[in-house]
């Protein structure tokens, strides 16, 4: 235990000690609230590729494997195409015949109705040699046997029509169905292509591979998993954060957007990472919740940080000696996150030791001593930060940062107005 400053007293001309104290001036505080939080990085993107098709490799590039890096549309693997391609033959001849039973058809139908026409004519023909007859048998020129034969030949000719027009109706259903099938054999090719292109696989993004199951001459199945691909463009970490600092996101002001409860108003961050001394930081944001609960073994809210470009890392100590290649993030690194919150709120700053047990704090302004209780937002380099929240309080009053043996609120004291402790340092400290 150290021992505490001796409160300075003079004795005025009436004989009476007066308290002599140290006073700065109450600062309002506009930088916002930059909090660290521990994270862990995390693929934003992996992709799982999977074959759709059956049979045996015989072709994978040098790139699919565990490590290697790969373009988007990269041919990673080649199946066997022959069975494949005897099938899309096989269905390109199909369609063929059905092309061609359909032009049957057709000319089957065209041939017919031809025919009913002429039919048609010679049931005319035979009505007329019908009724010439029956005249002739009324003034006994022919016999009724005559007409017989005559309406034989008649009704022979309309049952010829009736058999045309039933066999017409025949060749357009059978059109119909052969559409229908033809279609179908279009719609079997179409897939056995698609399966023949499916014989190569390629990668539908560029990364890295971080898994890789089958080599050249091993048979693969439909639905294997072949590689897993990660996306390195864009990383997220997951961290966590106390009620009081989401509240503090959820009060930031932004022009791109509000916070609605789940999603922030997007809140700047800053990562950190340290290597052998030196400090590497990226930028990235924090906006979104991680599950939108709270954490039952540690009681505070997962969250993710988007890092758009992992590439783009700055050397934060410029007097360290560089190494030759500037780091990456690799997902499973644990970082430091320095959120960069600014809420909504009236914030004043006043010195650590300003600030006495139980949040009060002594001011002197005027020579006048008034305490107040104050809400404390949080502690940073600078000091303490706490919620304008009393009206009794302003930017320009004293607060008083010396020790005081026995304040009576009210009473008068001497001011020393000393310098600023609370000197602003640099905005970004990551020490």
Request: hydrophobic fraction near 35%.
């Amino acid at each position: 235990m150290s021992s505490s400053k001796p409160v300075a007293r003079t004795i005025e001309s009436d004989g009476k000690l007066t308290d002599t104290v140290e006073v700065v001036p109450i600062e309002r505080h506009i930088e916002g609230i930059d909090f660290k939080v521990d994270g862990e990085v995390t693929p934003y993107r992996i992709v799982d590729i999977v074959s759709e098709i059956q049979g045996r490799v015989v072709y994978k590039s040098e790139n699919c494997r565990l490590g290697r890096s790969v373009s988007k549309d990269e041919i990673l693997l080649r199946v066997d195409p022959i069975d494949y391609q005897l099938e899309v033959n096989q269905l390109t001849e199909a369609v063929k015949q059905a092309t061609v039973n359909i032009n049957e058809n057709k000319i089957q139908l065209e041939n017919t109705k031809k025919e009913l026409d002429i039919a048609k004519q010679q049931i005319e023909l035979k009505k007329r040699d019908y009724n010439r007859i029956e005249n002739l048998v009324k003034t006994s020129a022919n016999t009724y046997s005559d007409l017989d034969v005559s309406l034989s030949a008649l009704l022979g000719a309309k049952d010829t029509v009736q058999k045309l027009e039933n066999q017409i109706r025949i060749y357009e259903t059978q059109s119909d169905k052969l559409e229908i099938a033809l279609q179908k054999e279009k719609i079997n090719l179409k897939i056995a292509e698609l399966n023949l292109e499916r014989t190569i696989i390629k990668s539908p993004i560029s990364g890295v591979i971080t898994s890789d199951s089958f080599e050249v001459n091993t048979f693969i199945q439909r639905g294997a998993s072949v590689a897993r691909i990660l996306d390195p463009e864009q990383f997220e970490i997951q961290c966590s954060l106390h009620m009081k600092q989401i509240q503090w996101i959820w009060l930031s002001r932004s022009k791109s957007g509000v916070s609605d409860g789940y999603v922030f108003a997007p809140a700047d961050v800053t990562i950190l990472y340290e290597i052998d001394g030196e400090k590497w930081v990226w930028d990235g944001v924090l906006q979104t919740l991680d599950g939108g609960g709270v954490d039952a073994a540690t009681r505070m809210i997962p969250c993710r940080v988007k890092v758009n470009n992992p590439k783009s890392v700055k050397l934060l100590n410029q007097n360290a000696t560089p190494i030759k290649k500037p780091p990456t993030l690799f997902f499973g690194m644990y970082v430091s996150i320095i959120v960069h919150s600014k809420p909504d709120v009236e914030l004043y700053r006043i010195p650590e030791k300003a600030l006495l047990p139980g949040n009060k704090i002594w001011t002197a302004t005027n020579g006048i001593l008034k305490k107040h209780d104050v809400r404390v937002a949080t502690t940073i380099p600078e000091g303490i930060l706490f919620y304008a929240e009393s009206k009794s309080l302003a930017s320009d009053d004293w607060v008083v940062v010396s020790p005081l043996a026995t304040p009576i609120e009210g009473s008068n004291v001497n001011i020393i107005q000393t310098k600023n402790t609370t000197k602003i340092l640099a905005k970004h400290n990551y020490n």
